[in-house]
């Protein structure tokens, strides 16, 4: 549930940039994105870098776009949520706090935070996401520069990232707890 309430602001963000206007589609998105975060404070959990960052960037990107240039394309404007996101993944794994972090930290237990790999294995994670960035900014690139792809090219594109990255943070914790077992047993 965890990972759905993660990309549910993007989620509402990506629909509604196919039913609507962008700049309803950016609002809605940070009112989604401070609602998850106001669901994680009331189940007493801390505020997290990417649901601020995100909430910031949606709503930081709706005013630019409702009161300075409401001519930007769609395609542009993605590219910029993407861009933006892949700041904060960049920034936090510079820092040395990458963000997925606060959210493994909520969900395993005391033995598993103790574990040499288990900040190893949030970077790769966090890399992971880091590298879906790349991709659907240039898929949202590619969108821009040549205009006669079809939508559907930069959907498929930003669809098929998103959920290699999914699958790579379920996957990887599973493997590296089952590889340090097998050397512990060894």
Known sequence: MMIFLILLPFGVFSAL??????????????????????????????LKVLGAGSVALFLGLGLYLSLVDPSLSSSAIKLAVDAGVLAISLTSI??????????AREIVDAE????PGFLKANYAIAWAWTA????????????????GL???????IAFAARST??????WYPDYRRARFAALAGS
């Open 94 to 103: 510079a820092v040395r706090k990458p963000f997925t972090l606060q959210y």
């Open 165 to 170: 990255a999914i699958y790579f943070t379920k």
């Open 17 to 46: 940039m196919l039913l609507t206007s962008a700049d309803i589609a950016l609002f809605a998105a940070a009112v989604t994105g401070l609602a998850v975060i106001a669901y994680d404070l009331i189940r007493g959990r801390q």
């Open 150 to 156: 079809p939508l559907w090219s930069g959907l498929a």
């Open 112 to 115: 598993t935070l103790a574990l």
């Open 132 to 147: 879906c960035m790349v991709l659907m900014m240039t898929g949202n690139i590619l969108m821009i520069y040549v205009p």
